[in-house]
């Protein structure tokens, strides 16, 4: 019986509520326990949940219950339209909410302090104001932490509310029963109130900015459009442009589709989708790209494609999933998030029951006990990583490269090895015939010959054959056969043509002799060499030179310096190959590579124990893009190394590359620091609290400041720059 394949479906549900690692964790793990979901992602940072389920299998209602009962809030996102307005409009009504709230919390909570600068503040007084503080700019604690306990869970909100709860009804208690010269404490758990308050503003305001990327590429995208109609232009949206329609862009406009100039001339300035800082030249029937800013001249643009296929709407589909993503070593913090609430309730009892048993006082064990539930926090913890990850992600596709998932960022600086295909990575991939050798027919002939022969073919040496005979008028085709990775053949004004490499005249049992020894020259110098036989027999054979890309040896001589091995894969010659691979300083080449060839390459290097990436923009690339642990496609290659590949660079600068595994390093160098910080500071922490360093009070100002600094600490990647631009 064959295998059948279940069709999957994805959706994105907004988050509300989620204040720490164990809540996106909890979240993550209702989710995936709803019938017919095979895998559920939850973002911290941004807030999203992305869900992969089999199609038909549930409700999306049923996402949404599990999100509830989970103690959240939940809807589907969309990403145009009015709920997306709305969004907006409530995220921005939210945050100047928390603006108020902590200005209010802080206007009562300083007075409470003036007692230790010698001011009296009347015990009753105290109580008033810490009870407002409490209850009222409080409530969202006891609310988050309501639900959590409803859950069976612990979270952030839940060790506030114990903590802060303990040291004000311990207060009251003494206010009201308690000897008259009691101390009270309502100025910790006020203090800890404000602290935990204003640092959770600081944190969202930090996680705002991270988005800054993405919300740039956003702003590319132009709402309206100049369509010729008949009779005139017509203004219309962008989304009802259609394939075909003939767009005006004036100087100045910002180019809204993906198209090909019919007519016009001008500077495009390309540097917020590509990284390229100067404007590029476009002129009739050059493809331009949508959000590209049209600088100078009148541009008429006949449109190629609309909608979520075109270039920015890729783009931003592919920042935006790498941001939504869980890293692996995210998970490594969720499994420490899940058990983290548990372990410091336990700390802070064993704490409380160390002091009374030493003092044998009330509150001299349960300040100590309300410090170690305050000062211990998984915020920290479960912002390090995706915080880095949604910066480094948007610093990147801002430098021109797009990275798919946080996986890749996260290999990418590992990586022992690098395979390098030739053309279009290294090279142009743009070959020209430099030379035709023939001995029998005319060089124009076998010119002719070979142009039509491959004329069925799209591949870099076809079209240079083609460019070179542009002015011939070729053979009508028939039979046309691709061998690929070696040649073509078809049926050409009468006879049987083949050209290609070695490897088909090989397959064939074609002799080259009579050009051996001049190939070999050639092939010497560079060249590659393309073979023309008529008949089973070589009539001569056409010598093609892709120049190597300005920036290919400074990129292979950073990565060499950086300790990683080179490989370079071409299809050529070996003697042609060697040349080139002089020429770039590798000493380690595969020649007359087909694409199987590239695909067990990797899978040898893989099952050596090493990291491997690879590089290709080819349809031949794909297999191997694939199947690396990190694969890397060229700018300007084809739509399906584009897809199989985990980064894609949007322009063919090969600095590029090294800019990626530099701003992998960068990004993991943030996570690493973020994780150090958070476990160390939650390890000191509690010891300091447990040992009564620490009261409530600063207790709560460093658990604030602990996820501040790991939030601004990621922001720094923000000041990251490429050296491709140096």
């Given amino acids: 019986m064959d295998d059948l394949t279940v069709a999957c479906e994805q959706v994105e549900l907004a988050i509300s509520g989620m204040t720490c690692a164990s809540c996106s964790s909890r979240v993550e793990k209702k989710l995936a326990s709803v019938q017919g979901v095979s895998h559920a992602e939850v973002n911290l940072v941004n807030e999203k949940a992305r869900v992969t389920y089999s199609a038909g299998s549930l409700h999306l209602v049923d996402l949404i219950e599990a999100v509830h009962q989970a103690g959240y809030e939940a809807e589907l996102l969309l990403q145009e339209g009015a709920q997306k307005e709305e969004r907006v409009r409530r995220a921005a009504l939210l945050y100047r909410h928390e603006q108020w709230r902590v200005m209010g919390v802080w206007g009562l909570t300083i007075p409470l302090f003036l007692p230790m600068v010698g001011l009296p503040v009347p015990a009753m007084v105290q109580w ?19 639900k959590a306990l409803r859950a069976r869970a612990g979270n952030m909100d839940l060790l506030v509310s114990l903590g802060t709860s303990a040291a004000y009804f311990y207060s009251v208690y003494l206010l009201f029963f308690g000897p008259a010269d009691s101390p009270l404490f309502f100025d910790s758990a006020a203090g800890v109130m404000a602290f935990v308050t204003l640092g959770k503003w600081l944190e969202k305001r930090a996680k705002r900015s991270t988005g800054l990327a993405l919300e740039a590429l956003m702003a590319l995208r132009p709402e309206m459009a100049q369509v010729e109609r008949v009779g005139g232009e017509l203004c219309v949206p962008v989304s009802v442009v259609a394939v075909g329609d003939v767009v005006v862009v004036r100087a100045g406009e910002r180019i809204p589709v993906d198209g090909i100039i019919l007519s016009g001339t001008g500077s495009v300035d390309e540097s917020l989708l590509t990284g390229e800082s100067m404007p590029v030249l476009k002129e009739t029937g050059e493809k331009v790209t949508g959000g590209a800013l049209n600088l100078d001249g009148l541009l008429r643009i006949r449109t190629a494609v609309v909608g979520e296929q075109s270039t920015l709407n890729r783009i931003l589909a592919l920042v935006d999933n790498a941001q939504t993503k869980k890293a692996p070593v995210q998970r490594i913090v969720d499994r420490v998030a899940e058990v983290f609430v548990p372990v410091v309730l336990g700390v802070s009892v064993l704490t409380f029951l160390g002091w009374w048993g030493v003092t044998g006082e009330f509150s001299r064990a349960l300040i100590p006990a309300v410090a170690v539930l305050v000062v211990a926090c998984p915020c920290a913890l479960g912002l390090a990583t995706p915080i880095a990850i949604m910066v480094g992600t948007g610093v990147a596709a801002r430098a021109g490269i797009l990275i798919r998932d946080a996986e890749a960022l996260e290999l990418a600086h590992r990586l022992d090895v690098l395979v390098l295909d030739k053309t279009g990575t290294v090279t142009q991939g743009q070959p020209t015939v430099t030379a035709i050798l023939a001995d029998v027919l005319s060089s124009e002939e076998l010119l002719r010959l070979a142009a039509s022969a491959q004329s069925g073919s799209t591949h870099p040496l076809s079209r240079a054959v083609s460019a070179c005979a542009q002015n011939l008028v070729l053979y009508p085709l028939e039979n ?40 070999q020259e050639l092939e010497q110098q560079g060249k590659t060499i393309l073979w023309v036989a008529i008949d089973q027999s070589v009539q001569g054979l056409l010598a093609l030179q892709d120049e190597l890309r300005p920036g290919a040896r400074e990129m292979i001589d950073a990565l060499i310096s950086r300790g990683m091995e080179v490989l370079l894969l071409t299809g050529d010659h070996p003697t042609s190959a060697a040349a080139i691979a002089r020429e770039l300083g590798v000493t380690r080449v595969v020649a007359e590579a087909l694409p199987a060839d590239k695909l067990r390459e990797i899978e040898e290097i893989k099952r050596a124990g090493k990291v491997v990436g690879m590089v290709g923009d080819g349809i031949n690339d794909a297999p191997a893009l694939a199947a690396a642990s990190v694969g890397i496609a060229m700018g300007g290659g084809t739509d399906v190394a584009m897809q199989a590949a985990s980064i894609t660079l949007m322009r063919g600068d090969p600095l590029l590359i090294v800019d990626a595994l530099d701003i992998s390093r960068a990004t993991y160098a943030k996570i690493r620091q973020g994780l150090f910080w958070a476990f160390l500071y939650n390890v000191i922490g509690m010891l300091m609290a447990a040992l009564g360093w620490l009261n409530p009070m600063v207790a709560g100002a460093a658990m604030a400041l602990s996820s501040v600094s790991v939030v601004t600490n990621a922001l720094w990647l923000r000041h990251w720059r490429p050296a491709s631009r140096a």
């Fill in 128 to 146: 008033a104001l810490t009870s407002v503080v409490q209850f009222y700019f409080g409530a969202h604690f006891y609310v988050a932490a309501w």
């Fill in 480 to 519: 046309f056969e691709n061998f690929i990775g070696r040649g073509v053949a078809a049926s050409v004004n009468g006879c049987h043509a083949m050209v290609g490499n070695r490897r088909l005249m090989a397959d064939h049992q074609v002799s080259l002799a009579g050009y051996e020894s001049r190939a």
